[in-house]
């Protein structure tokens, strides 16, 4: 089955860097491409952009470009979150989601989802 | 940039109808996803394609999709209903915009 298995939780200080994994199995990983989003604490979900599974190319929403860097590895079927330079706004939970389609429709959801990854930043 | 609203709240009753709503711009020229997320939980798909439900959505959910505003319809909510509703639609970048959610209250 699909599954999206995502690194543990982490705590780190102001102005470090920070990792996130999303190791995918279950169907073939380069042709579902992977979005990040993110979740404050009590607050919704964010859209943080997306990473092609089969070209590398991300794509990054408005507020996530310049400390958010998207990357794969391939041999692993994992997609990477790095987050540089935290801050504390930055305290949130992550998530990784596969994105799927309708054949001949332009239509685009979420049909999969890790199961977070928790990140505090505290001095 | 495009938005979506949600009511920040709704409480229903065990066995009532409830009905979620998502309102933006010309929503009904876009295709609507809605997610729900239990407590402590990650977002799952319920509806997808403005109406359309992924295997293991009960067929108590239903969706629709007109003019501005989109419906979540719960039909003989139970308790493990509760949770919080997020739609989803995409704006012309293409970026995906969520909702605020609706938390849903079974009581």
């Known amino acids: 089955q699909v599954r999206l298995v995502q690194s543990g939780s982490q705590l780190q200080k102001p102005g470090a860097s920070v990792n996130l994994s999303c190791e995918a199995s279950g169907y073939t990983f380069i042709n579902y491409a992977i979005s990040w989003v993110r979740q404050a604490p009590g607050e919704g979900l964010e859209w943080m952009g997306w990473?092609?599974?089969?070209?590398?190319?991300?794509t990054y929403a408005q507020g996530f470009t310049g400390r958010f860097v998207f990357s794969l590895d391939h041999s692993v079927k994992t997609a990477h979150l790095q987050i540089r330079n935290l801050k504390a706004e930055d305290t949130a939970v992550y998530y990784c989601a596969r994105g799927n389609t309708v054949r001949g429709i332009q239509v685009y959801f979420f049909d999969y989802w890790g199961q977070g990854s928790l990140v505090s930043v505290s001095s | 940039s495009y938005d979506l609203t949600q009511p920040p709240s709704l409480s229903v009753s065990p066995g009532q109808t409830a009905s979620i709503s998502c309102s933006g711009d010309k929503l009904g020229d876009k295709f609507v996803s809605w997610y729900q997320q239990r407590p402590g939980q990650s977002p799952v798909l319920v509806i997808f394609q403005d109406d359309k439900r992924p295997s293991g959505t009960p067929e108590r959910f239903s969706g629709s999709n007109s003019g501005n505003t989109a419906t979540l319809t719960i039909s003989g909510t139970q308790a493990m209903d509760e949770a919080d509703y997020y739609c989803?639609?995409?704006?012309?970048?293409?970026?995906?915009?969520f909702g605020g959610g609706t938390q849903l209250t079974v009581l």
């Open positions: 990473v092609n599974t089969n070209t590398g190319k991300a």
């Open positions: 989803q639609a995409w704006d012309n970048t293409p970026a995906a915009v």
